[in-house]
């Protein structure tokens, strides 16, 4: 059966930057089980595995604007520590929801704490980064017409969330 819309696809995989250095692995651990054609995954990475069936391998090296964006500055701000109401140790890497320029929520992290100045930021972390997978297909299924309406696939035994 092939990679397509509405399909239930697990694969293994390993990403890896331009440096070589790994920075997620399903190895060791499960699959990935996603549902193709829901945007479950980047969409470089999706569009590649179209037509693929299981057993098949591939290495692919995915650009920024098919995976998490291009780094925008704009994403950045250094706010005053009063903004964190209610946190009591802030640390760099800690990461908040808040409101992002389109009025919809984002994640935040803390880069720098210097004082009071809190700098954030709302970019992703992978944001202008060639992404690199190698990738092997390990099952395609039909998936179900609750995991097509929920758009993702459900774990063993149904529904989990």
């Known amino acids: 059966m092939q990679i397509a819309a509405n399909k239930a696809v697990s694969i293994d995989y ?8 790994v920075i ?5 651990g499960a699959p990935l089980v996603y549902l193709h054609g829901a945007g479950n995954i980047i ?5 590649s595995l179209e037509g693929k069936q299981a057993g098949d391998e ?25 903004m964190f109401e209610g946190v009591d140790e802030l640390e760099v890497g800690m990461q908040f929801h808040a409101s992002g ?12 704490i210097d004082g009071d100045d809190v700098t954030v930021d ?5 944001a202008g980064q060639r992404l690199n997978f190698k990738v092997k297909v390990v099952n395609v299924r039909d998936a179900s017409s609750e995991e097509v309406a929920h758009g993702h ?9």
Not at 14 to 21: A, I, P, R, S, Y
Not at 122 to 126: D, F, Q, S, W
Not at 153 to 161: I, P
């Open 14 to 21: 390993t990403l890896t930057n331009d440096g070589g250095e």
């Open 24 to 28: 997620d692995s399903s190895a060791g």
């Open 43 to 47: 969409p470089g990475l999706e569009r």
């Open 58 to 82: 591939l290495d692919v090296a995915i650009e920024p604007e098919d995976a998490y964006g291009e780094y925008s500055p704009e994403l950045v701000a250094t706010l005053n520590r009063s």
């Open 101 to 112: 320029p389109d009025g919809g929520m984002q994640i935040v992290t803390v880069r720098d």
């Open 122 to 126: 709302g970019n992703h972390p992978l």
């Open 153 to 161: 696939v459900h774990g063993e035994g149904g529904h989990q969330h």
